[in-house]
């Protein structure tokens, strides 16, 4: 007789888990299948169609991540193309939330600071940056990012510094261009 309730309680924790990791996959398929119509609408140029499909996505998968990084980088374009404040504040929060969610994740830390230097917030871009790089040390293009928004804070031995330890990990035109154009001035007295 114990046989059977074991082999019920059995049948149903499989049934469970079974059902459990079907969901999963249809949740990846519709995550990624929105951030697909998203990144095409994107191109496009149909921003507004674009974050309309991430956001309905975002009602089924509130805690996907890459569908706020997504979200934050349809802003992005939008905002830059129609330069209205509300669409950088769009991407900003969109960024923001796709950190909290995947903190150990250099993505959205990183398009966070990409947004902040373009929208001329130096110092707010540069600690969005050193968030990015505690959770990819050696990406150089994170340095060389950095780097450029250290320069533009005024800060040419830093710049440096961050350029050639891109170039150590990488060689690239933007650290050459760089030892060019900072070393005379970190020479000179």
């Known amino acids: 007789m114990t046989r059977r309730p074991l082999a019920l309680i059995t049948s149903f924790l499989i049934l469970a888990a079974t059902a459990a990791l079907c969901g999963q996959a249809v949740s990846a398929y519709l995550v990624s299948?929105?951030?697909?119509?998203?990144?095409?609408?994107?191109?496009e140029g149909e921003y507004d169609r674009a974050w309309s499909?991430?956001?309905?996505?975002?009602?089924?998968?509130?805690?996907?991540?890459?569908?706020?990084?997504?979200?934050?980088?349809t802003y992005r374009a939008a905002w830059f193309?129609?330069?209205?404040p509300e669409l950088l504040r769009s991407a900003l929060q969109a960024y923001e939330r796709a950190?909290?969610?995947?903190?150990?994740?250099?993505?959205?830390?990183?398009?966070?600071?990409?947004?902040?230097?373009l929208g001329g917030q130096y110092a707010?871009?540069?600690?969005?940056?050193?968030?990015?790089?505690?959770?990819?040390?050696?990406?150089?293009?994170l340095l060389v990012d950095r780097a450029a928004a250290l320069?533009?804070?005024?800060?040419?031995?830093?710049?440096?510094?961050?350029?050639?330890?891109?170039?150590?990990i990488?060689?690239?035109?933007y650290s050459q261009a760089a030892e060019q154009r900072l070393a005379p001035a970190r020479e000179a007295p």
């Open 33 to 43: 299948r929105a951030r697909d119509q998203a990144e095409r609408l994107r191109q």
């Open 53 to 73: 499909t991430l956001e309905s996505a975002l009602h089924l998968s509130p805690d996907s991540p890459d569908l706020w990084t997504e979200l934050g980088q």
């Open 81 to 84: 193309f129609r330069q209205s």
């Open 99 to 117: 950190a909290t969610l995947h903190p150990l994740s250099a993505t959205p830390p990183a398009e966070l600071a990409r947004t902040l230097a």
């Open 124 to 141: 707010q871009a540069d600690r969005a940056y050193q968030r990015a790089l505690v959770n990819d040390p050696r990406n150089p293009g």
């Open 151 to 168: 320069e533009k804070l005024g800060r040419p031995a830093a710049a440096l510094a961050l350029y050639r330890s891109a170039a150590h």
């Open 170 to 173: 990488k060689p690239n035109e």
